[in-house]
Nanobody
Framework: QVRLVESGGGLVQPGDSLRLSCAAS????????MGWFRQAPGKEREFVAA????????YFGDSVKGRITISKNKNMNTVTLQMSRMGPEDTAIYYC???????????????????WGQGTQVTVPS
């Protein structure tokens, strides 16, 4: 009964920043990582960022590194993603994801692995 609920999606003006949050509930394990993927229409799913809930380790996608910040509140089982200098290329459905372990291999997880939120639409007009 693991559930991930995303919030913060919507319309973002070019050049502005995005702030997404994800809250997890129903967990039956203690070692896990949480993060974000995104998928634009007609494009493959892309890893954005993840953070270990048991350490300070953070992981970032190659294509978006440099303008990504991810933080956590372990006591509340929440993570927050911040992206700066948003542009039309960032338009996508953003999915929160959770996986057991340290997070080192989370960037490789498929839709059949771990746990996924329902996604939130982020649109940046041109």
């Amino acid at each position: 009964q693991v559930r991930l609920v995303e919030s913060g999606g919507g319309l973002v003006q070019p050049g502005d920043s995005l702030r997404l949050s994800c809250a997890a509930s129903g967990l039956t394990f203690s070692m896990y990582a949480m993060g974000w993927f995104r998928q634009a229409p007609g494009k493959e799913r892309e890893f954005v960022a993840a953070i270990s809930m048991n350490s300070d380790n953070r992981y970032f996608g190659d294509s978006v590194k440099g303008r990504i910040t991810i933080s956590k509140n372990k006591n509340m089982n929440t993570v927050t993603l911040q992206m700066s200098r948003m542009g039309p290329e960032d338009t996508a459905i953003y999915y929160c994801a959770l996986d057991q372990g340290t997070g080192t291999t989370m960037r490789l997880m498929t839709r059949t692995e771990g746990f996924w939120g329902q996604g939130t639409q982020v649109t940046v007009p041109s």
